[in-house]
Structure formats: structure tokens, C-alpha cells
């Protein structure tokens, strides 16, 4: 039996899937983001379809931000141009008089992970998505952490060093640090600083400086200037022990590890649930990133948060819907709390 109705509007796709009362995924269909009013009459149709001779009893949407929660309104995402003022709640209210809900994608997550995977049973937990940007979802004495306007969690625009890789509008922000997109950026930004015999103290110590500049006299790999250059890619030639690759994602690795002692000092989680590029990648980036939390975060903080890899997988956009849903008709006064 269908209970509940999960969409998840994404830049380049959009998934709607069904699920019974326990939140099982029964059915999913998947296609291409197009223009706005197409795209927005597709999910209306095939959610049509996938509920055909059922009423499940709430709809949860998951969307990029910025967006307003309180009002269900999507606001101009930079990857979903044409979504300008979307009252989307209220759309598909309007059109299969079913009560639904909206969550930014980082906050869904926080919340599938907390119904569903590795922060289950945990009432003080984050959730960071390392993916093509760096978000957060806190979960605090069991519900979301909305903030004052919504935007509780952006923990990508926090600033870790006075310089470093671009990301979420300003240079050497968590997200230029640790991101799919900011790996990459970090490496053209070491390997500027190898040519140029420099690499700042926030990045390594004077030891490793010293080791990678002489390693390449200077000169950067010559994959750097691969257009297609990707985080999966420096991963493997960190695999394969390429030195340079291996320094990029210590560094990234470090400054999570940062990041991960603020978060660890102010909130105070039981558990930080990370998912993409950590998910699959957790074994190059574990050691750093303990070594910088064992110096930095309040040691009795550390000692009862365990960081660990997210547990939905590939399926966590769909889980992250059916949250939504779930959670908002329990609460009925939808996820703004």
C-alpha cells in the first residue's frame, strides 16, 4: 500500500518514488530536468501515475535551496532556472489534495539518514553532503535545526583560511576545501603555488612544503590541465601513488577534519553522518581528518561523536523525500522547527 509520495527535483533530474508506512521505496521514476513548466507538469503527471488508485497521506519534496520551507516555496535555484517564487507545496496540494512538504536537499538527507541509516536512533547528529558543494542538516534533540530564516546548516560558506580554492562565494571557505568541485580547484591552487615555490603555512607544515616542492622542481603533474578533471580521478592517481594527487587529498582531508572540530565544539553531535565523496572515498581521507580533530575539537566532545559514512547510498535522494513526507505529517506543522 502506498502511503506516502517522494519527489526529489534535482538540476539535471527529477525521481518520484512511492513508499509504504515503514518508508520501503515500492516503485521510482526517474527523467531529465527540462525547462520549468515542463518539467513541472511531468512530475504532476507521473506523480499521477504512480499513485493511480491510491492516496498516500503526505507528499515530500526534496529541492536544492534557496527555498522557503515555512512557505513551501522554491526561490530561483542557480541550477533550476525558471523556478522563480515556485509555490510548489501548494501546486501539488492543488492538484492531488494531498498535504505536502519542503525540505533543501542537505536538510532531506539529514533527516532520510536519521529515519532511515546511520544516524538512526541518534537525536544529535549532522549530516554534510561532500559533494558537488559542501551542506549541512543538524538534527538537534531529535528535529531539524531550521534557523531563524532556513538557513541553519550552510557550514560550506564557513571561512577556514584567509586563502585557498573558491567555494560558496568566497576563497578558502569549507566548501573550496572539501567539496567534489573544490578538490579539484584545490589542486590548480597547489599547483599554482608549486610553481611559484610557495605553499602557505594553512596547508601543510614546513616539512611536507619543502618535500612537494623539490619532488617537482617546481613543476606541477601535467594532469592538472585535464579539462575533465575530476575528484574521482585524483583519488585514483592517489591510488596509484602519484605524490602530488596524495598531497591534494591529505590537505582536503586536514581541513575537514577543521571543519569537522567546529561543528564538533559548537553542536556538540553524537554522530556526523557524511556522505558522497567521503561514502566512497572514506579510506584516504580518515586518518587526516581524525589527526586534526584529535588536535583541535574539545576532547570530551570528540570522545562521544563517531564521524561516519552515510549508509542510503545511491538511494539516499529517494529516502531523503520519503522523509519528508513522513516527518511532515507527523509533525503537521510541516519541517520548519
Same mark, same amino acid.
Given at each position: 500500500m502506498v502511503k506516502y509520495l517522494g519527489i526529489d527535483i534535482g538540476g539535471t533530474k527529477c525521481a518520484l518514488v512511492t513508499a509504504?508506512?515503514? #518508508?520501503?521505496?515500492?516503485?521510482?521514476?526517474?527523467?531529465?530536468?527540462?525547462?520549468?513548466?515542463?518539467?513541472? /507538469? /511531468?512530475?504532476?503527471?507521473?506523480?499521477?501515475?504512480?499513485?493511480?488508485?491510491?492516496? @498516500?497521506?503526505?507528499?515530500?519534496?526534496?529541492?536544492? #535551496?534557496? $527555498?522557503?520551507? /515555512? /512557505?513551501? +516555496?522554491?526561490?530561483? %535555484?542557480?541550477?533550476l532556472p525558471g523556478w522563480d517564487e515556485v509555490p510548489i507545496t501548494r501546486i501539488m496540494t492543488d492538484e492531488l489534495g494531498i498535504p505536502a512538504y519542503l525540505c533543501n536537499d542537505a536538510n532531506a538527507c539529514a533527516l532520510a539518514e536519521h529515519e532511515f541509516g546511520a544516524g538512526r536512533g541518534c537525536d544529535d547528529m549532522i549530516f554534510l553532503t561532500f559533494g558537488t558543494g559542501m551542506g549541512a542538516g543538524i538534527i538537534s534533540g531529535g528535529r531539524l535545526l531550521d534557523g531563524a530564516c532556513g538557513n541553519a546548516g550552510?557550514?560550506?560558506? +564557513?571561512?577556514?583560511? @584567509?586563502?585557498? %580554492? &573558491?567555494? =560558496?562565494?568566497?576563497?578558502?571557505?569549507?566548501?573550496?576545501?572539501?567539496?567534489?568541485?573544490?578538490?579539484?580547484? $584545490?589542486?590548480? =591552487? $597547489?599547483?599554482?603555488?608549486?610553481?611559484?615555490?610557495?605553499?602557505?603555512?594553512? +596547508?601543510?607544515?614546513?616539512?611536507?612544503?619543502?618535500?612537494? $616542492?623539490?619532488?617537482?622542481?617546481?613543476?606541477?603533474?601535467? &594532469?592538472?590541465r585535464d579539462t575533465d578533471l575530476s575528484t574521482a580521478r585524483i583519488c585514483e592517481l592517489a591510488d596509484a601513488g602519484d605524490t602530488f594527487a596524495r598531497t591534494v587529498i591529505r590537505i582536503s582531508a586536514r581541513k575537514l577534519g577543521q571543519a569537522l572540530s567546529i561543528l564538533i565544539d559548537v553542536i556538540n553531535p553524537e554522530k556526523i553522518v557524511i556522505g558522497s565523496v567521503f561514502t566512497r572515498r572514506e579510506d584516504m581521507f580518515r586518518e587526516e581528518m581524525e589527526k586534526a580533530i584529535a588536535a583541535d575539537a574539545i576532547p570530551a566532545s570528540a570522545a562521544v561523536c563517531s564521524v561516519v559514512p552515510a549508509s542510503l547510498g545511491e538511494s539516499l535522494g529517494d529516502y531523503a523525500a520519503i522523509a519528508v513526507a513522513r516527518v511532515g505529517e507527523r509533525r503537521k506543522d510541516g519541517l520548519s522547527l
Amino acid at each position: 500500500m502506498v502511503k506516502y509520495l517522494g519527489i526529489d527535483i534535482g538540476g539535471t533530474k527529477c525521481a518520484l518514488v512511492t513508499a509504504d508506512e515503514e #518508508g520501503r521505496i515500492l516503485c521510482k521514476e526517474r527523467f531529465a530536468t527540462e525547462d520549468y513548466e515542463s518539467t513541472l /507538469r /511531468r512530475i504532476i503527471d507521473t506523480a499521477r501515475e504512480l499513485i493511480a488508485g491510491e492516496k @498516500p497521506s503526505a507528499i515530500g519534496i526534496s529541492c536544492g #535551496g534557496p $527555498l522557503d520551507a /515555512r /512557505r513551501g +516555496m522554491i526561490l530561483s %535555484p542557480p541550477n533550476l532556472p525558471g523556478w522563480d517564487e515556485v509555490p510548489i507545496t501548494r501546486i501539488m496540494t492543488d492538484e492531488l489534495g494531498i498535504p505536502a512538504y519542503l525540505c533543501n536537499d542537505a536538510n532531506a538527507c539529514a533527516l532520510a539518514e536519521h529515519e532511515f541509516g546511520a544516524g538512526r536512533g541518534c537525536d544529535d547528529m549532522i549530516f554534510l553532503t561532500f559533494g558537488t558543494g559542501m551542506g549541512a542538516g543538524i538534527i538537534s534533540g531529535g528535529r531539524l535545526l531550521d534557523g531563524a530564516c532556513g538557513n541553519a546548516g550552510e557550514c560550506g560558506h +564557513m571561512r577556514l583560511s @584567509p586563502d585557498g %580554492p &573558491w567555494g =560558496f562565494g568566497k576563497d578558502g571557505s569549507f566548501e573550496g576545501w572539501c567539496s567534489g568541485g573544490g578538490i579539484v580547484k $584545490l589542486a590548480r =591552487f $597547489l599547483a599554482k603555488c608549486t610553481e611559484n615555490s610557495y605553499v602557505p603555512s594553512y +596547508m601543510l607544515d614546513e616539512y611536507e612544503s619543502r618535500e612537494l $616542492l623539490n619532488s617537482y622542481e617546481k613543476t606541477a603533474p601535467a &594532469w592538472i590541465r585535464d579539462t575533465d578533471l575530476s575528484t574521482a580521478r585524483i583519488c585514483e592517481l592517489a591510488d596509484a601513488g602519484d605524490t602530488f594527487a596524495r598531497t591534494v587529498i591529505r590537505i582536503s582531508a586536514r581541513k575537514l577534519g577543521q571543519a569537522l572540530s567546529i561543528l564538533i565544539d559548537v553542536i556538540n553531535p553524537e554522530k556526523i553522518v557524511i556522505g558522497s565523496v567521503f561514502t566512497r572515498r572514506e579510506d584516504m581521507f580518515r586518518e587526516e581528518m581524525e589527526k586534526a580533530i584529535a588536535a583541535d575539537a574539545i576532547p570530551a566532545s570528540a570522545a562521544v561523536c563517531s564521524v561516519v559514512p552515510a549508509s542510503l547510498g545511491e538511494s539516499l535522494g529517494d529516502y531523503a523525500a520519503i522523509a519528508v513526507a513522513r516527518v511532515g505529517e507527523r509533525r503537521k506543522d510541516g519541517l520548519s522547527l
